[in-house]
């Protein structure tokens, strides 16, 4: 284990402590965005397990915390931890992309080619006819897993990119 010598030292308590404070509670709040985050898209079997990791965490961190009392850098650290936390949950949600996005699609031009092409990419597409402020448009529907918005936006910018979507 770590020597005693180490432990009371200065540079224990004033960096290393801190530090390792920041690491918990960024790691316990990235959970806890992540807990929110599977319950609202109802993958609920993960949602407890991550409940208990976060909680154990923070159990860690917050006796850290009321044992030096007398650190002020360990306050610090524990809310820098909790605002990493949030935007690194926040990124790797990103990353996961859970879910479906409703894209629509408004076109003055004729959109059959751009409708093709996304079907053949196994995307459904409803057509509705509309009127806009300069004139009759077509606005296409269509639902697409969100980690496939990059592709179908890729998709409209080389079929008709004067569509606006």
């Known amino acids: 284990m770590l020597d005693q010598s180490f432990i009371d030292s200065d540079l224990f308590q004033w960096v290393v402590l801190p530090f390792l404070i920041f690491l918990a ?7 806890a965005t992540l807990r929110n985050i599977f319950l609202s898209k109802s993958v609920k079997y993960i949602v407890p397990f991550l409940g208990f990791i ?5 159990l860690l961190a917050i006796s850290q915390i009321m044992k030096n009392l007398h650190n002020p850098v360990c306050f610090v650290a524990y809310a820098l931890g909790y605002s990493m936390g949030i935007f690194v949950g926040i990124k790797i949600e990103e990353r996961l992309a859970l ?10 031009h004729h959109s059959d080619k751009l409708k093709q092409v996304l079907v053949e990419h196994n995307f459904g597409v409803t057509i509705i006819d509309g009127q806009g402020a300069k004139g009759p448009v077509k606005i ?5 897993k969100r980690k496939d918005i ?3 936006r890729d998709i409209i910018k080389e079929h008709q990119p004067e569509a606006f979507y």
């Open 25 to 31: 509670r960024m790691s316990d709040v990235t959970l």
């Open 54 to 58: 976060e909680v154990l965490i923070w």
């Open 99 to 108: 879910g479906l996005q409703i894209m629509r699609i408004f076109s003055q």
């Open 140 to 144: 296409m529907l269509t639902i697409v």
């Open 150 to 152: 990059v592709l179908v």
